[in-house]
């Protein structure tokens, strides 16, 4: 007997394949057009794929191979979850290299916090976050020098 599983990504329509396919077009700052030409498809089977809510048109597996060519995040796409090896798939399938945003290496002291930061539970990184928040901001009120403490000595 075969044991019927659910999807990964359970979220509604909000959530749903047809609306990251429409997340990732726009990512790459592609036009309905633009990828229905890439896909050698109507703009209309494109609108038809990007319809939300279960009245659309499933996407074939030859237009999922060929998203993954114009770089977009397929596993994304089908599940909700980001690849983590996004750059070598577009590049073993089309020679594209994707970047999702410009960012400057991070220094050793960045990895070190990162990878604290990774370790933490969602509850810490929330408080994380927060500390950081509040550092940020006084950083940002001005270079305002903080309040001496009195020595004991002076009392």
Known sequence: MVKKLTPVNTGGVKYSSPVRLKEERARL?????????????TKWTVINYERAGGRGTPISA????????????????LTGVHSTNLNRVAEEAGSYR???????????????????????????????????DALAAAEGTGREKPARRKSRAGR
Not at 29 to 41: H, I, P
Not at 62 to 77: E, F, H, P, W
Not at 98 to 115: C, G, I
């Open 29 to 41: 700052g592609l036009s309905q057009t633009e990828l229905a030409k890439a896909l050698d498809v």
């Open 98 to 132: 994707v970047e999702r945003e410009k960012t400057a290496a991070l220094s050793a002291e960045e990895l070190k916090l990162l990878e604290k930061y990774r370790r933490l539970k969602p509850r810490q990184r929330t408080h994380a976050q927060t500390i950081v």
């Open 62 to 77: 030859d237009s999922l191979s060929a998203c993954a060519r114009l770089g977009m995040d397929v596993q994304y796409i």
